[in-house]
C-alpha cells in the first residue's frame, strides 16, 4: 500500500477507537495491533516520513489525526533508537492510544478557542489516567503501552503529570511519545491556533530538550529530521522560495537556502526564517 492508504487506514481505526470509547462500545485492540504493524512495515522502506505527513496532517480532525501523527513519527523516532520489531510495534500503539482518554472529555474543553480556565484545565490533565484506566481494564495490552499512555505527559524535571515523574522514572514509550506529541501539536492545524511551520517546530523541541523533554531522544529526532530536507523546496518569511542546499551542523534549523542566484545562510540573516516547506 501507498502512504496515502496506510493513512487513511490508521485514520480510520482512530475514529472508530474514539467513537468506540465515546459511546461505551468494546474495544478491539487486535485492529490497533494490525493498524501499528502496518505503520512499522511501510517505515522500513519509507524514512522521510516528515515530508509525507506534511501533506495530509491537516485533512482530518485533530482529535483523530494527531494520534496517528503521533504513531507514525513514534515509529520513525523508535527506528532510529534501533527498537526492536515487537517493541517497535507496541511503541506505535502507545502511539495511537495515547489521547484515548481525551473522548471521555467534552469538545467544549478540547476544542475551546483560548486559553483553559483552571478548572477546565484540571479537567483536561485527566485524560492520561482516564486512558489509562480504560485501557487497563481490557486486559490485552502490555504494561509498556499502559504506562506510555499514562505518563505521555510527565517531564524530566518533574512538572509533569499525573505524577510529577522525573527523569528514567518517566518510561521509554512515555519519553519517546512526549516527543512525537509536541512535535505534532506545533505543527498542526487545531480549532483555537494555527500550526507553527516545521523549522519553528524543531526549534521548540530543540528548547524543550532540558528539563521537559528528554534529551538524548531530542537529539535523535532532531539529527535525523533535519537532513532529510536538504535539497528541499521551503518558502522564506521575505517570500522568495529556494532550496535547501546545506545544513548547518550547529545550527541545524538556520540552513543554507539558494533562491536563484542569491544564498541566504540563516544562521547569520537573523531576520529570516522558513516559514513553509513546499517539496
Not at 127 to 146: F, M, N, Q, V
Not at 184 to 204: C, D, G, L, Q
Amino acid at each position: 500500500m501507498n502512504f496515502e492508504d496506510i493513512y487513511n487506514q490508521a485514520i480510520k481505526t482512530s475514529q472508530n477507537l474514539v467513537e468506540d470509547v465515546r459511546f461505551s462500545r468494546s474495544i478491539t485492540t487486535e485492529v490497533i495491533k494490525n493498524c501499528s504493524e502496518q505503520i512499522c512495515l511501510y517505515l522500513d522502506t519509507n524514512t522521510n516520513i516528515l515530508s509525507l505527513l506534511n501533506t495530509v496532517q491537516d485533512k482530518y480532525p485533530y482529535m483523530f489525526s494527531h494520534p496517528v501523527n503521533v504513531a507514525f513519527i513514534s515509529c520513525a523516532i523508535g527506528k532510529w533508537m534501533n527498537i526492536d520489531r515487537t517493541e517497535l510495534i507496541n511503541l506505535v500503539c502507545t502511539g495511537l492510544l495515547h489521547d484515548i482518554g481525551k473522548a471521555k472529555i467534552r469538545d467544549s474543553i478540547l476544542n475551546k478557542p483560548g486559553t483553559l480556565l483552571a478548572a477546565e484545565m484540571e479537567i483536561m490533565k485527566t485524560h492520561p489516567a482516564i486512558g489509562y484506566k480504560l485501557l487497563e481494564s481490557l486486559g490485552s495490552l502490555e504494561t509498556d503501552i499502559l504506562l506510555g499512555v499514562l505518563s505521555h505527559h510527565e517531564r524530566q524535571d518533574g512538572s509533569g503529570y499525573p505524577n510529577g515523574l522525573k527523569g528514567k522514572q518517566i518510561s521509554i514509550f512515555a519519553r519517546i511519545v512526549a516527543v512525537a506529541d509536541v512535535f505534532s501539536a506545533i505543527t498542526s492545524t487545531k480549532a483555537y491556533k494555527m500550526k507553527t511551520s516545521f523549522f519553528k517546530a524543531v526549534e521548540e523541541i530543540q528548547e524543550n530538550s532540558f528539563g521537559y523533554l528528554d534529551p538524548q531522544i531530542c537529539q535523535i529526532f532532531m539529527n535525523h529530521i533535519l537532513n532529510y530536507y536538504c535539497g528541499s523546496q521551503v518558502r522564506l518569511s521575505n517570500e522568495l522560495v529556494g532550496v535547501i542546499v546545506y545544513i548547518n551542523p550547529t545550527e541545524k534549523t538556520k540552513p543554507v537556502v539558494r533562491c536563484e542566484n542569491s544564498f541566504f545562510n540563516l544562521t547569520k540573516e537573523r531576520h529570516l526564517e522558513i516559514v513553509d516547506i513546499l517539496s
